[in-house]
């Protein structure tokens, strides 16, 4: 079953004295489940595709489909429920909030579905627990590495079991160690079920990916398969070894 349909997707960014089209007719199945890694050159429209997909913008034309309710065409406050109850965001910079513990920034999402004070607590909590930082929860984010701070940003990004999760560059600001931990953290993720999208420059980050879709000049130019993954968390071990 197709998790992400889009059907000649265009978006053009329009200037005072010209236009800029970023997708030129995007045509692409995502299916529940998959791993799959954006990559492209700067300017390639990897980022506006992610922008789409995650209801941050709305195309010019053509049709989006999220687990079969059809988005294109709707602004605003709709696109903003849409984000909110289906799709988890995990950016570079982590985007945490600085004088905010981890359990409260992993809360916030929660926030705007109203949920209960308490329920909030227990789903920030067990989330937290999931990523292997229940012992942080009242940390905040300049008392945690950079690793650590990328995993509450994960776990903010499922506190609302969403059913897509966004990452955007998400190891860009990681060391290799932490990287492979983080990529880890995503791999166990999808295998118990979840669908990830990756927007990565860096082809060693998306050799963890299932699929690997290559974007130039609004158009996508390959779209693979990837028969065996690397797996994050045997690297690491391998890399553990040579640093002992």
């Known amino acids: 079953m197709s998790l992400i349909v889009t059907r000649d997707i265009v978006k053009e960014y329009r200037m005072e004295s010209y236009s800029v089209t970023a997708l030129r007719g995007v045509s692409l199945d995502i299916a529940a489940g998959e791993f799959v ?59 945490l909030l600085p004088r905010t513990t981890a359990v409260e920034n992993v809360e916030l999402p929660l926030l705007y579905s109203r949920c209960p004070k308490q329920e909030r607590r227990q789903r920030a909590l067990a989330r937290l627990a999931q990523v292997g930082l229940a012992d942080r929860a009242g940390h905040h984010p300049q008392q945690l590495s950079g690793g650590q701070q990328q995993r509450v940003a994960i776990a903010r990004a499922l506190v609302n079991n969403p059913v897509l999760i966004l990452a955007d560059e998400p190891t860009g600001a990681l060391d290799t160690h932490t990287s492979f931990e983080l990529m880890g953290a995503l791999q166990q993720l999808n295998r118990e079920g979840l669908t990830v ?11 963890f990916a299932s699929r690997i879709i290559h974007f130039r000049d609004g158009h996508v130019l390959d779209d693979q398969r990837v028969a065996q993954p690397a797996d994050a968390h045997a690297m690491l071990r391998e890399l553990e070894k040579e640093a002992a």
């Not at 992610?50 to 209801?55: E, I, P, R, V, W």
């Not at 999208?197 to 050799?207: G, K, N, Q």
């Open 37 to 95: 890694a954006v990559m492209g050159p700067s300017g390639s429209g990897k980022s506006t595709f992610m922008n789409l997909l995650g209801c941050l913008d709305s195309p010019t034309s053509g049709e989006y489909f999220l687990a079969g309710e059809r988005l294109s065409g709707l602004e605003g406050d709709a696109l903003a429920a849409i984000r909110n109850r289906g799709i988890g965001f995990v950016f570079q910079n982590f985007n």
């Open 197 to 207: 999208v990756l927007v990565t420059h860096e082809r060693d980050i998306a050799s």
